[in-house]
């Protein structure tokens, strides 16, 4: 019995010695653990901080982009209106060289019958015009005044002035304005 003991104690002995080693790993282990979790919430943290300064320049350049935006809409606007004065005094001094100068047929008698070919032939733009100038382009009336001075001029100069013709140069002066504002 005695050596059933003996052996019992040396079993004994070395299951401690087991277990000591068993609790030193366990110990290193921990330790392990918490130097990672320790890494892990520091990473996170540097994380949350690069996330909310990214956030904020975010933020910082959607603010940015919108007043760039609103400039950009506010250049295109004033470039809208600067071609559009352009395009106006264009067309006035389009129609005043163009048609003075090509447009006056000066005949002391010219004859009815052609006046009333040209009357026919552009009375349908001379009303599309019209129209056009008064409900589309309202607070474009220097072109339309543009005309009618240019009517008043010529018949001051006692010339045959092609009514319909004058309109017509004015339709296509303005339909080249559209057609740069498109």
Same mark, same amino acid.
């Given at each position: 019995?005695?050596?059933?003991?003996?052996?019992?104690?040396?079993?004994?002995?070395?299951?401690?010695?087991? =277990? *000591? #080693? /068993?609790? &030193?790993?366990?110990? $290193?282990?921990?330790?392990? %653990? +918490? !130097?990672?979790?320790?890494? @892990?919430?520091?990473?996170?943290?540097?994380?949350?901080?690069? =996330? *909310? #300064? /990214?956030? &904020?320049?975010?933020? $910082?350049?959607?603010?940015? %982009? +919108? !007043?760039?935006?609103?400039? @950009?809409?506010?250049?295109?606007?004033?470039?809208?209106?600067?071609?559009?004065?352009?395009?106006?005094?264009?067309?006035?001094?389009?129609?005043?060289?163009?048609?003075?100068?090509?447009?006056?047929?000066?005949?002391?008698?010219?004859?009815?019958?052609?006046?009333?070919?040209?009357?026919?032939?552009?009375?349908?733009?001379?009303?599309?015009?019209?129209?056009?100038?008064?409900?589309?382009?309202?607070?474009?009336?220097?072109?339309?005044?543009?005309?009618?001075?240019?009517?008043?001029?010529?018949?001051?100069?006692?010339?045959?002035?092609?009514?319909?013709?004058?309109?017509?140069?004015?339709?296509?002066?303005?339909?080249?304005?559209?057609?740069?504002?498109?």
């Amino acid at each position: 019995m005695s050596s059933e003991l003996e052996l019992l104690k040396q079993r004994i002995t070395e299951l401690e010695a087991k =277990n *000591a #080693k /068993l609790e &030193a790993e366990k110990a $290193e282990i921990e330790a392990r %653990n +918490a !130097e990672l979790l320790k890494q @892990v919430t520091e990473k996170d943290a540097k994380r949350d901080a690069e =996330n *909310a #300064k /990214l956030g &904020a320049t975010i933020e $910082e350049l959607k603010s940015e %982009n +919108a !007043e760039l935006r609103d400039r @950009v809409t506010k250049v295109e606007q004033n470039q809208l209106q600067h071609d559009s004065a352009e395009g106006t005094q264009e067309t006035y001094q389009a129609l005043t060289k163009t048609t003075l100068k090509t447009l006056c047929i000066f005949s002391p008698q010219p004859s009815s019958s052609w006046f009333q070919f040209l009357l026919y032939i552009f009375w349908p733009s001379k009303k599309l015009l019209k129209n056009f100038f008064w409900q589309i382009l309202p607070r474009k009336k220097l072109v339309f005044s543009c005309s009618l001075s240019l009517l008043a001029i010529s018949s001051q100069k006692s010339c045959f002035f092609l009514f319909g013709v004058a309109w017509y140069s004015a339709f296509l002066c303005l339909r080249s304005l559209i057609r740069r504002r498109s």
